[in-house]
């Protein structure tokens, strides 16, 4: 099935390291959603967007809903150990319309 | 914890079996999303329901899987004559309305042997 492309696949930072993923699609998307995966557990929503430009921040988390809607991008600023997961975008596509397409996934892993 | 539950959390069974799963959205949701999630990929659509209605199905639910929610609460996916390749995590989903995010259970692996 149709999976959205999301960047980079894997990242090594170091604790305290800012860090920035992003979501694309060839296709408009009017929701944009972020999850974090820990192993062996179900996706934990972080931030959910409904409007093209929108920002919108959840502590040390940031996400903006792409003015083109194809595409979204998140940030986290000053990571710590317990941010180490994968991240995944989703968005849904039309309204009426309510099945999530999730993204590849972007794991994160902290260096010590 | 008010969160959506699913049982069992692990599944293991003989390729051929009849395996079933059960969801408990979290209260007063009344939609309620099935996903199959593979190793290294993101979770992907099978099919949901508006209260005890089953509204859309995805192209990847067979005619071996059938999902209910006699009741408009709890749900149930049942894969039949199971086969090598439904080795995967079954995820439920469930939302307030269709405008609200939908919040995950922990899954049910299912290994096939």
């Known amino acids: 099935g149709q999976q959205l492309n999301q960047s980079p696949q894997s990242m090594f930072i170091q604790e305290g390291e800012d860090v920035s993923m992003n979501c694309t699609s060839s296709?408009?998307?009017?929701?944009w959603l972020w999850y974090k995966q820990d192993p062996g557990e179900g996706p934990v929503l972080l931030i959910a967007?409904?409007?093209?430009?929108e920002l919108t921040s959840n502590g040390r988390l940031t996400a903006q809903f792409g003015i083109t809607r194809k595409d979204s991008f998140l940030n986290i600023s000053a990571s710590i150990p317990s941010d180490v997961g994968i991240y995944f975008c989703a968005g849904i596509s039309n309204f009426g319309n309510e099945k999530l397409t999730f993204g590849t996934g972007t794991r994160l892993t902290i260096i010590p | 914890d008010t969160g959506v539950s699913q049982d069992p959390r692990h599944k293991i069974t003989k390729r051929g079996q009849n395996v079933t799963f059960r969801c408990d959205p979290i209260?007063?949701?009344?939609?309620l999303y099935w996903y199959r999630q593979t190793l290294g990929q993101g979770p992907e659509f099978l099919t949901y329901f508006q209260n005890e209605a089953q509204l859309e199905k995805s192209r990847l639910l067979s005619d071996r899987f059938s999902a209910e929610r006699p009741k408009g609460s709890f749900s149930t996916l049942e894969i039949q004559r199971t086969e090598q390749g439904d080795s995967a995590m079954y995820l439920c989903a469930s939302s307030f309305d269709s405008h609200q995010p939908q919040h995950f259970g922990d899954g049910t692996r299912l290994s096939i042997l």
């Open positions: 209260s007063e949701h009344n939609r």
């Open positions: 967007l409904y409007k093209a430009g």
């Open positions: 296709s408009i998307f009017n929701t």
